[in-house]
Antibody, heavy 122, light 108 residues
């Protein structure tokens, strides 16, 4: 069964930094765009960023542009999210998810990790 | 940015009955609409993509319809495991992808 496992969450002060990781297994990681999606406590889902297969294209929601950086290492089947200048409103569970295989693929975010909690508080 | 609006916010239905959930897009997304199910403490699960295609392993009691700006998720005969929060998401004119605010399906 396809698996994604996030790590790296925790408590950080406002203005601080954190790097999330997502380890993929049992599917062809390098064939997929990958996304980060977050969910604030008791709230809905918010797409954060995605990255194409070779890392040459990256897109972000406006609220994290200039602060977060998505990256990947296909040799290690891993996805990352570097989060800088963190704010209280970034507090959420962060999920990694497999995304499209090409621009015309609209089959949704198929595989999801269990999430990692990021808490930004002093 | 495309805004996705789901209704109702909460839907109370008895087991064995039919549930109908709605999702509206602020502009046409063609058939590029996805539905997810999320249970407490769990990650979302892909249910429907392309507005009407069930994902692998999804029971036939789940069906999706619609195109353009109006979409519906129907659960034909509710089972106990179906009570959860359901989200729609567009897959058109990205980035960003945007989700609806969710519909909580609760036991009546």
């Amino acid at each position: 069964e396809e698996q994604l496992v996030e790590s790296g969450g925790g408590l950080v002060q406002p203005g601080g930094s954190l790097r999330l990781s997502c380890a993929a297994s049992r599917f062809s990681f390098s064939s997929y765009w990958m996304s980060w999606v977050r969910q604030a406590p008791g709230k809905g889902l918010e797409w954060v960023a995605n990255i194409n297969q070779d890392g040459s294209e990256k897109y972000y929601v406006d609220s994290v542009k200039g602060r977060f950086t998505i990256s990947r290492d296909n040799a290690k089947n891993s996805l990352f999210l570097q989060m800088n200048s963190l704010r209280a409103e970034d507090t959420a569970v962060y999920y990694c998810a497999s995304d499209r295989t090409n621009y015309y693929d609209t089959s949704g975010l198929r595989y999801w990790g269990q999430g990692t909690l990021v808490t930004v508080s002093s | 940015e495309i805004v996705m609006t789901q209704s109702p916010a909460t839907l109370s239905v008895s087991p064995g009955e039919r549930a109908t959930l709605s999702c509206r897009a602020s502009q046409s997304v063609s058939s590029n609409l996805v539905w997810y199910q999320q249970k407490p403490g769990q990650a979302p699960r892909l249910l429907i993509y392309g507005a009407s295609t069930r994902a692998t392993g999804i029971p036939a009691r789940f069906s999706g319809s619609g195109s353009g700006t109006e979409f519906t998720l129907t659960i034909s005969s509710l089972q106990s495991e179906d009570f959860a929060v359901y989200y729609c998401q567009h897959y058109s004119n990205w980035p960003p992808y945007t989700f609806g605010q969710g519909t909580k399906l609760e036991i009546k």
